[in-house]
């Protein structure tokens, strides 16, 4: 008897878990390539935030705080000075030093097919002050551009393997995170293991990571079900419930970056030609005919925030007096009748086809139909719904943003006359000025009061009818310890690890 | 028959090339342009887009494109996928056991199902068994692929925690391992192949059990169950073969759903996936491999009827 007790001690010991662990994340799609400088999606950007330390981070206040970084300073106000942190080794032993962060920023200015290009393009020159100072010259004075630093832009990769690897960096890259890449399986994973000279080591918990792809949202939350995974990026508001009601899983809701709403044709050819695209109180009257919160209830179980903002309330440009207005039909009516138009006004509404957004463009429709609108939607693919609206072939697009952490990446481009993502051809010489004024300065009351003047004018002008921000929706085992809930929606391995 | 065979072949050549010129031009007439796609948020600025198209010979015209990528294809260059950029082949290569398997798999179980339960039903010719038969085999037509799929997934995975719900492990790694993550895509897969197995083998062994030979192998005091298998079933697997190549070329086309709900990285959910990010020449690539495939498995099965019926072989 004492035999068997003890065989069983034995199988017991060796069936004990061993202390190597890895933690399983989900991804709802597959990422592009594995190279900062040309990458492009969303879950890309996690994947790096394990593979690749940024010279800045964001906090979960949307705070600029130090990575490789360890401080910075406005030499003048086009003059930035960073002060890097000594003794960082990049995963093929290379050092972390003024070299290497100005071989990056160097190779995303001028590499074919840079997608950094556009973030950086201030920059004037850089020039190495000592190993661990470098100094970067500005066109012109830029309050966005720190917070470049905090994403792709700002993850230095070692010269040497980079310039070794040339165009087939993406197969194997290399580093400075906290885990380096083993091997990746496209549509399928990802897997990292634990870089043992990792600067910041100690707060290191997993040996090895694995990012799953599943696109298929019902899965997703399958596979978190059975333990399979232990965090995923993004669960879809529906889902909410059913991870709610699972004790061994804990949701995480927290605001994120970006914006949701109907961005409409002023004058980008002649599809723009209609009582909507041409007189503001119409697309006034729309506006107020929508109950945000209610369409935010009904689609997203109410999990987004109504807005009428770009930035969500996470960011210090947020105007927290500037409140989603009550849907109000007598006034949507009255706004209308002002407008001198026959009713109902004809509007069409564009909508990439997936299931939320078209439920969505019918709660709209049903919404708007009340104050004397008649709505079409016209469901498309994803891809073909983003030509349509590139060339000016629709009247209202029902779209989202991901964000930026500055409010510049977030408003510029949609609402400065003449640039690309603009697809409204909205054009404001009092917008335009106050966006360029934001953008070249480093003054945060001045830029804050500046900012709050544009999301004032678009409530009279309507280049798009934001409906709702975003917000991050994970969901993760209990066991998970040390989640960081950071608007950018990435997963810091960091701090992260599972009790037992 | 060699003759017959050698045309056969011969025909294999024009046949993917008109196939590599319709794929291309088909293409072209989807909307959506790929340059946007690619640029991803980075969209709004023109000279990225500019960029893009330069890069990827966008902007030039459609005949130039295409006899460049086919200059390539012809020295066994598929090219690059734009989106990940790594050579399609070596997708191909990574991903095409990896459906073989599922799909094989799926044949097997098809088979396994439709054959027995078609010879069952035709046996008990409206008899009860012959009814519940072409029930089950109905609702196996009728039962959409990523429905069945999710259902199992709850119910054997969530639910009774018996498999996986997804993801794929490869037969080299761990057979076991790969099994298990294997058979519930591969039964979804197989289930509505498996019921047309099941009412085509049910249709021909009516017709075989009427002939004359079935009576006499039943005169000569045969047991019933030789005259069924020996006799009747191996007349009446001709038409079934035909149909297993052809559905063999559909179970290609049935993995996309199935890899889909399940996750499992193969030709699906690669082709997929393409198509959805515009990454025309992995599109290119996988329709030309799957046609080269399809064309291939038609002309086995031609060779296989003469294997099975003696009477082919004077032809």
């Known amino acids: ?500 | 028959v060699r003759g017959h065979l050698g045309t056969r072949v011969a025909q294999i050549i024009p046949t993917l090339l008109l196939v590599s010129v319709l794929v291309f031009c088909l293409q072209q007439l989807m909307p959506g342009d790929p340059a946007l796609v690619m640029a991803g948020e980075e969209r709004g600025d023109p000279q990225v887009l500019a960029q893009i198209r330069a890069e990827l010979w966008l902007d030039r015209p459609l005949p130039v494109q295409y006899m460049h990528w086919m200059g390539n294809v012809l020295q066994g260059n598929l090219g690059y996928s734009w989106r990940i950029r790594e050579p399609v082949t070596q997708l191909i290569a990574e991903k095409l056991p990896v459906t073989l398997q599922l799909s094989l798999m799926a044949f097997a179980i098809a088979v396994l199902i439709g054959v027995p339960t078609g010879v069952v039903a035709a046996v008990y010719r409206n008899r009860f068994l012959d009814y519940v038969a072409n029930a089950v085999g109905l609702a196996g037509l009728s039962t959409p692929t990523f429905w069945l799929g999710i259902m199992l997934i709850l119910l054997v995975s969530v639910d009774l925690g018996w498999l996986p719900p997804s993801g794929y492990v490869p037969l080299t790694e761990d057979w076991r391992q790969s099994l298990a993550t294997t058979i519930m895509p591969a039964f979804v897969l197989g289930n509505a192949i498996a019921a047309i197995l099941m009412r085509h083998t049910r249709s021909a062994m009516l017709t075989s059990l009427d002939q004359d030979y079935v009576r006499t192998a039943r005169a000569k005091g045969l047991r019933e169950f030789v005259v069924v298998i020996r006799h009747a079933l191996r007349n009446a697997l001709i038409p079934v073969v035909t149909l297993g190549a052809l559905e063999l070329g559909t179970l290609f086309s049935g993995a996309v759903l199935t890899e889909q709900v399940f996750s499992i990285p193969g030709f699906g959910k690669m082709i997929v996936d393409a198509v959805f990010n515009r990454d025309y020449p992995v599109v290119q690539g996988v329709v030309l491999v799957t046609a080269f495939l399809y064309v291939v498995l038609n002309l086995l099965a031609d060779v296989l009827y003469v294997v099975i019926n003696p009477r082919l072989r004077g032809a």
């Open chain 1, 1 to 500: 008897m004492r035999r068997l007790l003890l065989a069983a001690a034995c199988v017991l010991a060796t069936a004990a878990p061993s202390f190597a662990q890895t933690l399983h994340v989900a991804l709802r799609q597959d990422l592009d390539v594995l190279d900062p400088t040309l990458a492009t999606t969303t879950v890309g950007r996690i994947v790096f935030a394990g593979l690749c330390d940024k010279l800045f981070d964001i906090d979960e206040k949307l705070n600029i705080v130090p990575q490789l970084a360890t401080g910075y300073e406005w030499a003048d106000e086009k003059t930035l000075v960073i002060h890097l942190r000594p003794g960082v080794k990049f995963q093929n032993g290379e050092p972390v030093d003024a070299d290497a962060v100005k071989y990056t920023l160097n190779r995303d200015l001028t590499m074919q097919g840079s997608f950094r290009k556009s973030e950086i393009s201030s920059i004037d020159h850089m020039d190495v002050v000592d190993p661990m100072t470098v100094r970067i010259v500005l066109k012109s004075p830029s309050g966005a551009f720190l917070s470049q630093l905090t994403d792709r832009a700002g993850m230095p990769l070692p010269p040497k393997a980079t310039e070794q690897e040339g165009k087939d960096f993406a197969a194997h890259p290399v580093c400075s995170g906290p885990f380096k890449f083993v091997e990746r399986v496209p549509q399928d994973h990802v897997t990292l293991d634990k870089f043992a000279g990792y600067w910041d080591a100690k707060d290191v918990h997993f040996d090895k990571v694995i990012y799953q792809v599943f696109i298929d949202s019902s899965v997703r939350l399958a596979n978190l079900k059975t333990g399979t995974t232990d965090i995923a990026e993004f669960i879809v508001p529906t889902d909410t419930a059913a991870v709610k009601a699972d004790p061994k899983l804990r949701l995480a809701v927290f605001d994120a970056l970006g914006n949701f709403g109907i961005t409409n044709n002023l004058d980008n050819g002649p599809r723009a030609k209609t009582p909507y695209g041409e007189n503001a109180l119409v697309r006034q009257a729309f506006s107020e005919a929508i109950d945000r919160e209610a369409l935010v209830n009904v689609v997203y179980s109410g999990m987004y925030a109504p807005s009428v903002q770009p930035v969500s309330a996470s960011s210090p440009f947020y105007d927290p007096s500037l409140k989603p207005p009550p849907r109000d039909v007598a006034k949507a009516k009255a706004l209308l009748k002002q407008a001198g138009v026959t009713l109902p006004v004809k509007v069409d509404l564009l909508t990439p086809n997936q299931p939320d957004l078209l439920q969505e463009a019918e709660v709209i429709q049903s919404m708007a139909t009340e104050a004397g609108f008649d709505v079409h939607i016209q469901a498309i693919e994803f891809a073909s719904s983003l030509q349509a609206s590139a060339r000016g072939d629709y009247e209202g697009y029902l779209i989202g943003w991901s964000g930026r952490v500055d409010a510049d990446g977030n408003s510029y481009a949609f609402l400065h006359s003449g640039q690309g993502n603009n697809v409204s051809r909205y054009a404001n010489a009092t917008v335009d000025k106050l966006l360029d004024d934001a953008r070249y300065s480093t003054d945060l009351a001045k830029r804050k009061a500046e900012y709050f003047k544009v999301w004032a004018q678009i409530q009279q002008d309507l280049p798009v009818t934001y409906l709702y921000n975003p917000r991050n929706i994970m969901a993760m085992s209990v066991k998970l310890k040390g989640f960081r809930p950071v608007p950018d929606g990435m997963i810091r391995l960091q701090g992260l690890e599972m009790s037992k």
